[in-house]
């Protein structure tokens, strides 16, 4: 059958949606139908993409107001009746049609404290782990940094505060980096001053976007201000902080 | 004349997915200046498409595994025509480089007693691969690229490298473009190190995204650098063949490991039907003992369906071909009948094979762990590529490195799934490092405005042929040719054709026109992939000729057996002076003793 598109065309000066059309065959997703459009009618038209299987993270665009992964919804999801919207993510500024600029988010983990082991368990340089206490980490650690949770994320989506708060993704980082059983860098400071932690209210958009299904809010995110209020907030916590910067001096 | 923004670095390298990155890392740790061009966005290169995992001989789940058992096994899969001491070095030095990785945050799926766990894999004899459920080129992508971000490398996001640059015989840099404002870039180095990845994008059914198109393959090539083995072009044997837009995406050969079977369309287990040789010896007779191999029963022989990938594809090919095949055009591969045999089995799938339960369940309607998939042969890698110095990773031009798919030499005829990974942690380390080296021994060559300003006049003219034909409609018909006619099974007839169509595609990729301006231009960036494509094309049909016989991934239906003259050689394409393409034998470099005893004593 044949589906019409309204994709959004322009760059950082403005733009407007263009409407194209192209034959829909089984099974296919939004991000053939683009390529579809770029062969045969613009092949101008600017957009990411990498292993069209959900793997990379690079198509993610706004399907029907969405933020989805192109290569992972299938037209067959959405209503053809009327013509279906691609744009680009709203959270970052435009480059051209759907790319956007998000050099920003790797900005913000150049500044996460790397990971720091202790030193190693065996004689042979290596450590010992139970997967019972690296499932969550491993959770964490499927994200595919297509910053979806970014895009929706009403702190930098509407407020723009890009530079007081560093989004769910790179709270999600930062949960797998604290939660690694190896890690002993201490991150809590930062959460609490730099990184805006305080600012998440847990409206849960972030999750509910995932295409990894990582429970971003429940499993990452509110551990970590559960940590905050431990150390900056319950009395003997506040204590023990204040004890460990004295030893480390 | 006009000017183009200059970046100097002791050590630049192309291509950032796992040997890139690797390099950069090494080199940077050595203390060099380094500059990492990435295709794509930082951590999207085909790496974190890699599902089962990183081969080396831990021995952490068999103790009878260790570095000659790994290097047999490489140079068997190999049909022995690998480089042999890539094969040695690569086999010792892989454990210590997933070793690193821990050091460095990856978190893999562990055994009982907390060490990294791992699985059973194809052409490996004991379970090798270090792994994270099906998602382990993620995990190693991050791990390097979250490592390497901290180290003060600098990433050129989004650049393409449209031409190394020389100073009379050496190479002392690259000259490209940014995707973003369209704009030229000049990059110096002591050191140029290639890491670009494959050439998926020749063929029309593929595994391998946009970026796969033979760039450091052919950049090389158009220097003055050999590529050895073109004609080893590695079909996976399991791609998604349905619904048709996901034909070609990868499906993991650790289903296979888990104990998926293949099937026919009759529900007959065709992989008993034909053992080659030299794999009687390691293979079960009975399904029973396959199954037992999977379970890790140390005195079971692996099922047939863990055999080389390119005997896997094969036999996969004549079931389709005699009629045998499923409904789109493929065979069966079934995961879900291990319910008969453990409890629990849909949660144990969805475990282990988690991105692959969501593939199928997400584009293709089907439950995995309920229902069989189909599946069929895509391209997936390419064994030939440049040449390099087993030790230094150094290529024939003084300067230029290469190091992961684009170079060659450790696969030999077929690689063994589990073998990338490694091998670009490997030798991408080796090549950081002696890039390194040589950066610090040597100071910045010239580099001659002239020649610069001669590729970028060429990679403009699509611009102005309004009328040019349309770069997407050549690629795609290049893409059919080599499918159809330089693809699994191959005759000369075929593919002299070949090579007579692709002279026309050649005229017709220099009529090719792009519209609209520089700034993020995909059409023009398919016009200049073009030009790539058509170099590794040209070499896959010239080596595939000249190799008059079967061996591993190349399958001659006109000359369908191996053949001594061609056991002891590699196929050679370099760039005659002429400017066509020469392409000669070269005898193998005589292997040692003790490795031809290694060799002997796992047979």
């Not at chain 1, 972030?206 to 150390?231: A, F, H, M, W, Y």
């Not at chain 2, 799938?349 to 229902?371: G, N, V």
């Amino acid at each position: 059958m044949n589906v019409s598109f309204k994709i959004w065309r322009g760059d950082a000066n403005g733009g407007v949606f263009r409407d194209y059309a192209t034959e829909c065959t089984e099974g296919m997703v939004v991000l053939d139908a683009v390529h579809d459009i770029q062969r045969t009618q613009a092949p101008d038209l600017a957009c990411r993409w990498n292993c069209k299987a959900g793997k990379c993270g690079s198509c993610s665009a706004e399907v029907n107001g969405m933020p989805k992964l192109m290569c992972m919804t299938r037209l067959s999801e959405l209503p053809l009746d009327k013509p279906v919207t691609i744009e680009p993510m709203k959270a970052f500024p435009v480059i051209k049609d759907l790319t956007t600029d998000v050099s920003w988010n790797f900005r913000v983990k150049k500044k996460v404290k790397p990971f720091k082991p202790r030193a190693p368990d065996a004689p042979d340089g290596t450590w010992r782990m139970w997967q019972e206490d690296i499932d969550r980490v491993q959770e964490f650690r499927k994200c595919i940094e297509c910053f979806l949770c970014q895009d929706v994320c009403h702190v930098l989506r509407d407020h723009q505060m890009h530079d007081q708060f560093i989004g769910p993704r790179f709270l999600i980082h930062v949960a797998a980096l604290e939660m690694h059983p190896l890690d002993t860098e201490d991150r809590i400071e930062e959460l609490r001053n730099t990184q805006g932690i305080g600012y998440c209210n847990i409206t849960k958009c972030c999750t509910k976007v995932c295409p990894e299904s990582i429970q971003i809010t429940d499993n990452g995110i509110i551990p970590l201000k559960e940590r905050v209020v431990d150390d900056f907030y319950d009395p003997l916590g506040w204590f023990w902080r204040l004890l460990k910067k004295l030893l480390n001096r | 004349m006009p000017d183009y923004e200059t970046f100097e670095h002791d050590v630049l390298v192309i291509g950032a997915g796992g040997a890139g990155l690797r390099a950069a890392i090494e080199a940077s740790a050595a203390g060099a200046r380094v500059g990492l061009v990435c295709k794509s966005l930082l951590g999207k290169a085909h790496t974190v498409m890699a599902e089962g995992g990183i081969a080396a001989a831990l021995a952490n789940v068999d103790e009878r595994d260790n570095w000659k058992v790994h290097f047999a096994d490489t140079m068997r899969g190999g049909q022995y025509v690998n480089q042999w001491r890539m094969a040695e070095l690569h086999a010792k030095e892989a454990p210590d480089r997933v070793r690193e990785l821990e050091a460095w945050g990856a978190v893999f799926d562990r055994t009982k007693d907390g060490r990294i766990l791992q699985r059973h894999f194809g052409g490996h004899k004991y379970p090798r691969l270090a792994h994270v459920g099906d998602r382990t080129g993620l995990e190693m992508i991050r791990t390097l690229q979250d490592h390497g971000v901290h180290q003060g490398i600098d990433v050129h996001m989004e650049h393409t490298i449209l031409s190394l640059l020389k100073d009379g015989d050496r190479v002392v840099g690259a000259f490209g473009y940014e995707r973003e404002r369209g704009r030229f870039k000049i990059f110096g180095a002591k050191a140029v190190v290639l890491a670009t990845g494959g050439i998926g994008r020749a063929y029309k059914i593929t595994s391998n995204s946009w970026e796969y198109t033979g760039d450091g393959h052919a950049l090389a090539y158009e220097a003055g650098a050999d590529l050895i083995d073109m004609e080893f072009v590695q079909f996976h044997p399991t791609g998604m063949v349905w619904p048709p837009s996901v034909m070609g995406i990868l499906v993991t050969e650790g289903v296979r490991a888990e104990g998926g079977i293949l099937l026919n369309k009759d529900g007959k287990r065709f992989m008993f039907e034909s053992i080659p040789e030299n794999y009687q010896a390691h293979t079960a007779d009975n399904e029973e003992e396959g199954w037992r191999y999977c379970q890790g029963h140390k005195d079971a022989r692996r099922p047939p369906e863990l055999l080389t990938r390119d005997h896997v594809s094969r036999c996969i090919v004549r079931e389709i071909k005699e009629g045998r095949g499923s409904p789109h055009g493929g065979v069966y591969l079934d995961i879900s009948w291990i319910k008969q045999k453990m409890p629990n089995a849909a949660e144990h799938i969805k475990r282990k094979l988690p991105s692959m339960y969501h593939q199928f369940k997400q584009l293709a309607d089907i439950d995995i762990t309920d229902e069989p998939m189909e599946v069929g042969p895509t391209t997936h890698y390419i064994m030939g590529g440049v040449r390099v110095d087993p030790d230094t990773q150094m290529t024939r031009l003084t300067g230029l490195f290469a190091a992961g798919e684009c170079a060659a030499g450790i696969n030999g005829a077929n690689r063994l799934g589990g073998n990338s990974l490694s091998d670009l942690l490997v030798f991408g380390k080796r090549a950081g490092e002696f890039a390194a080296k040589f950066a610090r021994e040597n100071s910045q060559g010239d580099i001659s405005k002239d020649q610069v300003d001669v590729i970028a006049r060429q990679a403009l003219e699509p611009f102005d042929r309004n009328d040019g034909e349309n770069p997407y409609e050549i690629q795609k018909d290049l893409q059919e040719l080599m499918q159809d006619n330089v693809g699994i099974v191959r005759t000369e007839t075929e593919m002299q054709d070949a090579l007579k169509q692709l002279r026309q595609l050649n005229e017709r990729a220099n009529r090719a026109g792009v519209i609209g301006h520089r700034e993020y231009n995909p059409g023009w960036q398919t016009a200049l992939d073009l030009t790539n494509l058509l170099i590794v094309s040209e070499a896959i049909a010239l080596t595939a000729l000249e190799r008059e016989e079967s061996r591993g991934a190349q399958f001659r239906e006109d000359y369908p057996d191996k053949d001594e003259r061609f056991a002891k050689v590699n196929t050679i394409a370099s760039k005659a002076a002429d400017g066509s393409m020469q392409i000669r034998l070269e005898p193998l470099p005589e292997m040692p003793e003790y490795l031809k005893q290694v060799i002997e004593k796992n047979r």
